[in-house]
């Protein structure tokens, strides 16, 4: 056995996890179900019930169905098997599948979708600026030229990486490559590559 130095044994399996963290076990894929499980585990997150926003997690999640118009755009579906990753690393990983990302508003961990907003959430002008330490610079076009964006995700049927390119037409030279984790599906994947293209697209 000491020999081995990959597994030899994979199985596809449905994680069960207590509802919203304290309630009965049930079989999800959910990314905010894993987030709130992973924030209460006491090897992991070992946060207490004061320091999860359980109702924005969720309420979030539901925003991501409704805009999104499919449950699948908030699964999550991996396995950790690595003992070196902090929590931190962890909840980037799970909400990053749901096109979210992790914050402390406060002390209490929450979940931001990812989504267009009509105003400046942060805005920056001269009386928060040091005086004269402004550097002005102008960029048009296309972060580092990129042609494309490339995402690699897990194949719901034989766990193969697989690899989409967002646009799906043309030549391609110059792509930004994106590596997934707990993608396991081919709408996700398609959503999360088209999402990053347009952010390199419509970027200023």
Known sequence: ???????????????????????????????????????????????????VDVDQILATEQEINNYFGSTKASEFSYTLDDNNLSFEEIAG???????????RFGSKLRLNFEQPKEIPTLLFNHRNK???????????G??????????????PNDDARINYTAPET???????????????TEE???????????????QR
């Not at 040091?130 to 048009?140: A, I, N």
């Not at 296309?142 to 194949?155: A, N, P, R």
């Not at 110059?174 to 396991?184: C, E, F």
């Open 93 to 103: 990983m799970v909400a990053s599948s749901c096109f979210c990302e992790p914050t």
């Open 1 to 51: 056995a000491l020999s081995l130095k990959e597994r030899k044994l994979n199985m596809l399996v449905t994680r069960k996890l207590p509802l919203n963290g304290t309630g009965a076990l049930i079989p999800t894929t959910s990314a905010a179900q894993a987030l709130i499980y992973l924030a209460f585990d006491s090897k992991n997150g070992r946060r207490s019930s004061h320091e």
């Open 170 to 184: 043309g030549t391609r030279n110059n792509l930004l490559k994106i590596s997934t984790t707990g993608i396991r």
């Open 130 to 140: 040091v005086p004269k330490s402004e550097k002005r610079t102008q960029s048009f």
């Open 142 to 155: 296309i972060s580092k030229d990129y042609d494309g964006v490339q995402i690699e995700y897990t194949s």
């Open 188 to 202: 996700q994947a398609k959503t999360r590559a088209w999402r990053e293209w347009n952010k390199l697209y419509y």
